[in-house]
């Protein structure tokens, strides 16, 4: 008797999944909006526009990454199901407001457009204002431009006033982020945008907080780079410890009580058997050498016995080292792969500056240095020579880990991986790197051919 009302309240609640979306992806934008105008003075929520701390700005930048990715979700529902669900009057439909939204419009039922254009509009700005502030510049300024690492105190000041008018810029969603005064030009055009630009200038150079703004941003701008570098240290350096002390002081000991009680076997694979009983062969046959051409005093078989199980010994003990080593380099490698992954999951916001940094400096390089450094790239790793230096790679790494060096699997590894690595480079290049810097493609192609 009540599946008919059930199915009618399911469907309705399907219709209604457009519209749920947007007020949920609208309302997640009137949060991050309300942050804007509560601490940020109306600004982007960014450290430049707040003098909070680095916990405060991590809570800051996780609250805005919570509502960013929430309206990228609601939004991609939204028009999933718009494309699906098909309303029947496109003109008019009856909109549940709040008393503010009531007293704003000043109707309950409202055309369908309007209310939807409403809060796309919101939606994209707020999109559109974060989108703009995480695009790589394509060339940053620096102190040392031009000046060979030496600038007057005039000419610093110029180049720290042009920084902190670029971050304006971008901030401000203009359409030039090279120069934040083009909104102003699109806005009026009365008169010229070189007269327009020259008296913004003389506004901001006649601004009394001029001067701190481009201190600030300077000293943000050094405060990030640092960080940067410091959590790029702390990335190389702590798994190396990690896998230092987990081998001498936590496994090391395990693993040296348990082989001495147990008397493991000496060799962990028939490779390790195999290159001990060549290298004491080639020692029996070196002593009797060098017996039979007078360079050694006549030995007898008894003599050459003895030595040879003494050698015997000496490359028994040095291949159960050999064994135990490799044994607590897989526990230790495991600890420093665990140690750098939570530096990356715990330091989420020196991940996000130290990828800032390194898009700096990749856009930083001129053309011929970019394809420079691509052409090296691919030639050590996909190049001609590369599959020589990934069969070394490969032994190297199986024998620190004491596994037996498998043939055929460094052979189809070297016939796969690095055609796949070449075609991620090739897609890379076509995709991102052709439009961000033609030149670039262009030289690398010059010196490529």
């Given at each position: 008797m009540q599946t008919p009302g059930f199915f009618r309240n399911a469907q309705q609640w399907f219709f209604r999944t457009p519209e749920r979306?947007?007020?949920?992806?609208?309302?997640?934008?009137?949060?991050?909006?309300a942050m804007e105008r509560e601490y940020f003075g109306g600004n982007p929520?960014?450290?430049?526009?707040?003098?909070?701390?680095?916990?405060?700005?991590?809570?800051?930048?996780?609250?805005?990454?919570?509502?960013?990715?929430l309206i990228k979700v609601r939004m991609a529902e939204f028009r999933a199901s718009r494309t699906v669900i098909r309303v029947s009057d496109p003109r008019v439909m009856e909109v549940d407001v709040s008393a503010t939204e009531a007293d704003e419009l000043s109707v309950n039922v409202v055309d369908r457009q309007a209310i939807l254009f409403r809060k796309?509009?919101?939606?994209?700005?707020?999109?559109?204002?974060?989108?703009?502030?995480?695009t790589p510049p394509e060339r940053v300024i620096t102190l040392s431009e031009g000046t060979n690492g030496s600038l007057a105190p005039a000419q610093a000041t110029q180049v720290l006033r042009a920084k902190a008018d670029q971050s304006r810029g971008q901030a401000n969603g203009a359409d030039d982020p090279k120069d934040n005064r083009e909104g102003l030009?699109?806005?009026v055009n009365v008169l010229p945008r070189s007269i327009l630009r020259t008296v913004d200038r003389i506004r901001q150079d006649l601004d009394p907080n001029a001067e701190e703004e481009v201190v600030q941003e300077f000293r943000t701008s050094k405060g990030r780079t640092t960080a940067a570098i410091r959590f790029l240290l702390l990335l190389v350096i702590v798994p190396l410890l990690t896998q230092q002390f987990t081998k001498n002081f936590i496994v090391g000991p395990v693993v040296d009580h348990f082989r001495q009680d147990r008397q493991a076997d000496v060799f962990l694979n028939i490779e390790m058997e195999e290159e001990a009983l060549g290298e004491l062969q080639r020692f029996e046959e070196r002593l009797r050498f060098e017996v039979l051409i007078g360079k050694a005093p006549p030995l007898s078989e008894?003599?050459?016995?003895?030595?040879?199980?003494?050698?015997?010994?000496?490359?028994?003990?040095?291949?159960?080292?050999?064994?135990?080593?490799?044994i607590k380099n897989i526990f230790a490698?495991?600890?420093?792969?665990?140690?750098?992954?939570?530096?990356?999951?715990?330091?989420?916001?020196?991940?996000?500056?130290?990828?800032?940094?390194m898009d700096e400096i990749v856009y930083g390089l001129s053309d011929s240095a970019k394809a420079f450094i691509i052409i090296l790239f691919t030639d050590i790793f996909v190049g001609f020579h590369s599959p020589h230096g990934w069969e070394v790679l490969l032994e190297g790494l199986s024998r620190h880990l004491g596994f037996p060096a498998n043939r055929e699997f460094i052979f189809l590894f070297i016939a796969t991986f690095p055609v796949i690595l070449d075609t991620v480079f090739k897609y890379w290049i076509f995709r991102y790197l052709n439009r961000?810097?033609?030149?670039?493609?262009a030289t690398y192609k010059n010196m490529n051919e």
């Amino acid at each position: 008797m009540q599946t008919p009302g059930f199915f009618r309240n399911a469907q309705q609640w399907f219709f209604r999944t457009p519209e749920r979306a947007l007020n949920q992806a609208y309302e997640a934008a009137q949060m991050i909006e309300a942050m804007e105008r509560e601490y940020f003075g109306g600004n982007p929520i960014a450290a430049r526009y707040g003098t909070y701390g680095d916990s405060a700005m991590e809570y800051f930048q996780a609250e805005l990454k919570k509502y960013l990715n929430l309206i990228k979700v609601r939004m991609a529902e939204f028009r999933a199901s718009r494309t699906v669900i098909r309303v029947s009057d496109p003109r008019v439909m009856e909109v549940d407001v709040s008393a503010t939204e009531a007293d704003e419009l000043s109707v309950n039922v409202v055309d369908r457009q309007a209310i939807l254009f409403r809060k796309l509009r919101l939606i994209d700005e707020v999109l559109a204002r974060y989108a703009v502030l995480e695009t790589p510049p394509e060339r940053v300024i620096t102190l040392s431009e031009g000046t060979n690492g030496s600038l007057a105190p005039a000419q610093a000041t110029q180049v720290l006033r042009a920084k902190a008018d670029q971050s304006r810029g971008q901030a401000n969603g203009a359409d030039d982020p090279k120069d934040n005064r083009e909104g102003l030009s699109t806005r009026v055009n009365v008169l010229p945008r070189s007269i327009l630009r020259t008296v913004d200038r003389i506004r901001q150079d006649l601004d009394p907080n001029a001067e701190e703004e481009v201190v600030q941003e300077f000293r943000t701008s050094k405060g990030r780079t640092t960080a940067a570098i410091r959590f790029l240290l702390l990335l190389v350096i702590v798994p190396l410890l990690t896998q230092q002390f987990t081998k001498n002081f936590i496994v090391g000991p395990v693993v040296d009580h348990f082989r001495q009680d147990r008397q493991a076997d000496v060799f962990l694979n028939i490779e390790m058997e195999e290159e001990a009983l060549g290298e004491l062969q080639r020692f029996e046959e070196r002593l009797r050498f060098e017996v039979l051409i007078g360079k050694a005093p006549p030995l007898s078989e008894l003599n050459i016995e003895r030595q040879v199980r003494e050698k015997a010994t000496e490359i028994e003990e040095e291949y159960r080292q050999r064994s135990a080593d490799a044994i607590k380099n897989i526990f230790a490698d495991i600890a420093a792969a665990v140690a750098f992954a939570l530096l990356l999951i715990t330091r989420k916001q020196d991940v996000a500056n130290l990828k800032s940094f390194m898009d700096e400096i990749v856009y930083g390089l001129s053309d011929s240095a970019k394809a420079f450094i691509i052409i090296l790239f691919t030639d050590i790793f996909v190049g001609f020579h590369s599959p020589h230096g990934w069969e070394v790679l490969l032994e190297g790494l199986s024998r620190h880990l004491g596994f037996p060096a498998n043939r055929e699997f460094i052979f189809l590894f070297i016939a796969t991986f690095p055609v796949i690595l070449d075609t991620v480079f090739k897609y890379w290049i076509f995709r991102y790197l052709n439009r961000i810097s033609p030149s670039a493609v262009a030289t690398y192609k010059n010196m490529n051919e």
